[in-house]
């Protein structure tokens, strides 16, 4: 790992002591560490503090769901309103980039109510925007030595 790309790995934990917990509404057992570690996980990646704000027992269950899209959602829209972020689901054509990029940052325009915007993030996660550059045809010409390579390489 040289910092020089995204880096992913892989972990195997092989957990030999068990306990009772809730997944899909039903009681299965899991791995005590590892349903420790994901719990812990899944509190920072949201910002949840006390473990009474939101439950993170069941990542099955539909309140834990519903929070983790609207946490994502509000965090995205927070970002976006307060420094143009991209890729952003606001812009669905490349012609629309440069002129997006350029609008006015609330970052800029207003410091303060910027700061108050970012304090209401929680968490690490935003929402991915699938509909950034969904009305632009991304594929190369077929004229074009890439539009000439394989569609498998485009997808």
Known sequence: ??????????LVVNDTEMIDSK??????????F????????????????NEEDMNVDD?????????????????AQIYEEVFNTLPSNRVREFAQVESYVDRPKL???DPLAAHEKCKKIQGFIVEF???????????????TSEGMAPILLWT
């Open 23 to 32: 997944l899909n509404g039903q009681i299965q057992k899991v791995g005590t």
């Open 34 to 49: 590892s349903s420790t570690w994901r719990k812990k996980l899944f509190r920072q990646l949201l910002g949840v503090k």
């Open 107 to 109: 970052k800029q325009t």
């Open 59 to 75: 990542p099955c269950s539909d309140e834990f769901y519903n929070y983790f899209r609207d946490t994502a959602k509000n965090n």
């Open 1 to 10: 790992l040289q910092g020089s790309r995204d880096s992913e790995f892989c």
């Open 129 to 143: 925007p699938l509909d950034f550059l969904a009305d632009d045809v991304l594929m190369p010409k077929w004229n």
